[in-house]
């Protein structure tokens, strides 16, 4: 499958994520390469006029920027906005709808929005779905001021950490923390590992997504198919 | 017990603490009135040439500037730095030295530099003990983005969350974050409420410490009192 191919199936299964919104809901918008596919069409149907009433609320700066530009209009968490549906890709599906995100930065803010939604649809192409999560990195999220303590910590417990840099700096999230990507054992559970990273003071989230996702749709050379998770 | 004895108490607690403090030593410095006599204490120590060769991480910018003022040298925590001893006050010590701190805000960066310290010396005067820990409220720090969001949940959940504010607007931490203080339901245990929390993205870090404190000194009208966890 070649990258102009993983392009066009990003773009199908947003447009079949598309098909699930209705006039005046409020949507949560994810981040990155699948989820501005979307974005870029939810803005074309508001355009049209074939949707109207849609409001939105953002995962990142950058889609933030993206749904202004087509005129979507744009909640603040303030006004605390029940959200009907949330949107956004994975770098890693597997069969019980458990996700990897984070490898754009915005894991914080996804978390957040995707457990204030009733419902999560996550779009994919194929090259997403893995039998068992930890192919690529975990991302971490934490505390600059707790940084250099965690890093060694997690070196020691063998998940070695790598702080994640943009330009030869460290990358700095939406909420002002560095990232840790880290890697999962083979021999370890990620639920496991995510669950000990919580007692260290100063991690703030994981791109471990366990329960957020209510559906999938991936995208495959033969068509869309599509993941519910089990009541 | 009067308000000047209670403040007698503290000082005789932080002055206990300052006896297990070497030169040469990396100190942590705690957060609030009982750690800012310990600051103090420890500034004359270095004053009089009693002490030479301390170095100090510092737990909020309040007890920066008290340090920097002593000519107490700091630590970043860029450089790693490995502490000998952490002394800081608490709001609630139980019996098996669990602690609620916070109250003063600074509970984010109290617990980073605690976990990295290899001791950690809690002072307090006597009014700080309980059977029970939960008799205050319990500090939970929060992503300003998540905050409307959980705020809602944790009323949900029985908790009563209230912003804390200053001067009619949401406190700020060092961190940039909100504080929601809550109330642990009499029929619930603290560590299974601190549990659910961490399931809500944007819940940072809150101010129950179940395993920091290696010992406390409880200051009482009869002197001072020594605990020790078990190890």
Redo the contacts between chains.
């Keep these: 499958v070649g990258s102009d191919n993983i392009a066009a199936l990003k773009i199908e299964a947003a447009a079949q994520a598309l098909t699930s919104v209705r006039s005046g809901m409020t949507l949560g918008l994810g981040t990155g390469s699948t989820a501005r596919e979307f974005v870029r069409l939810l803005g074309e149907k508001l355009m049209t006029g074939e949707l109207s009433g849609i409001s939105a609320v953002c995962t990142s700066i950058v889609t933030q920027t993206q749904a202004e530009s087509l005129g979507i209009p744009i909640l603040q ?4 906005p029940s959200i009907d549906l949330a949107v956004d890709g994975a770098d890693e599906i597997d069969p019980d709808l458990r996700l990897i995100k984070g490898l754009g930065g915005a894991l ?2 996804e ?2 929005v995707e ?2 939604s009733r419902r999560f649809i996550v779009i994919a192409d194929e090259s997403k779905l893995v039998a068992r999560l930890g192919r690529g990195r975990l991302p971490v999220e934490v ?7 965690i890093e ?1 910590r997690l070196r020691d417990a063998g998940l070695d950490p790598v702080l994640r840099t943009r330009d030869g700096v460290p990358f700095l999230s939406d ?2 923390n560095w990232i840790l990507d880290i890697r999962i054992p083979p021999d370890r559970d990620i639920a496991d590992v995510v669950s000990d990273l ?1 007692r ?3 991690v ?2 994981t791109g471990f997504f366990p329960r957020e996702a209510t559906e999938a749709l991936v995208a495959a050379t033969g068509g869309v198919r599509r993941f519910v998770r089990p009541a």
């Design positions: 968490p303030d006004s605390k914080l803010r978390k957040i457990q204030a505390v600059r001021f707790a940084s250099p303590w060694e909420e002002g919580g260290h003071a100063g703030v989230e």
